[in-house]
């Protein structure tokens, strides 16, 4: 069975506070670079699947972020599959 590169890219919503990029912010500003304004840290969680074809690592890797990889509460996420399928 072929294997995917998937990657699961994982965001805090917008509008969700964000205290490690604020610390960011400041310790940029901090060291005298000023007018960066930092919006949110991202997470990639890159994973290699095992699976029949595209689809199904996408679907595969679709579950994986909404059983574990991201808090649908407070995160979206993006999945994109080597050779171009997204979700």
């Keep these: 069975m072929p294997h995917f590169d998937v990657n699961v890219l994982v965001r805090l919503r917008e509008g969700t506070l964000d205290p490690a990029a604020e610390a960011l ?3 940029l500003s901090g060291l005298g670079f000023e007018g960066v304004r930092t919006l949110g840290i991202d997470r990639r969680i890159r994973l290699r699947i095992e699976a029949a074809d595209a ?25 994109s599959v080597a050779g171009g399928e997204r979700a």
């Design 25 to 27: 912010e400041d310790g």
């Design 55 to 79: 689809r199904a690592a996408l679907a595969s890797a679709d579950r994986m972020a909404r059983e574990l990889l991201a808090n649908p509460v407070l995160e979206d996420y993006e999945i």
